[in-house]
């Protein structure tokens, strides 16, 4: 199936910001809405924030709205989540996601609703 790929995570301090891509290995996802999620160490997949189809429409959760920001780039068949004033809690495995979504301009929030995930890429931020 097909498999998503994350890269640009690292080790930053509190602070910092790093940008992370997304892209579909030997597959274009231009025609999938795009989400990304992360996961704590001993805690749940949590939904952080996604992109429509068109790449017009994104929505964050509240505790990273104001310092991510997300874009897509269809001619490089890439998403990037940029994360500025990164906080000891945003500490995660950052996984991408790709689903048909409903409408153009739609943003899926669920993870039921994504067909293509990603190996996850390591962010971890220091104090």
């Known amino acids: 199936q097909v498999q998503m790929v994350e890269s640009g995570g690292g080790l930053v301090q509190a602070g910092d910001s790093l940008r992370l891509s997304c892209g579909a290995s030997?597959?274009?996802?231009?025609?999938?809405?795009v989400g990304w999620f992360r996961q704590a160490p001993g805690l749940e997949r949590e939904f952080v924030g996604g992109?429509?189809?068109?790449?017009?429409?994104?929505y964050f959760v509240d505790s990273v709205k104001g310092r991510f920001t997300m874009y897509r780039d269809n001619a490089k068949n890439t998403v990037y989540l940029q994360m500025n004033s990164l906080k000891p809690e945003d500490t995660a495995v950052y996984y991408c996601?790709?689903?048909?979504?409903?409408?153009?301009?739609?943003?899926?929030?669920?993870?039921?609703?994504?067909?293509?995930w990603g190996q996850g890429t390591q962010v971890t931020v220091s104090l």
């Open positions: 996601a790709a689903g048909p979504g409903a409408t153009w301009v739609a943003v899926i929030r669920t993870s039921s609703e994504y067909d293509y």
């Open positions: 030997g597959r274009t996802f231009s025609g999938y809405a």
């Open positions: 992109i429509s189809k068109s790449g017009h429409s994104t």
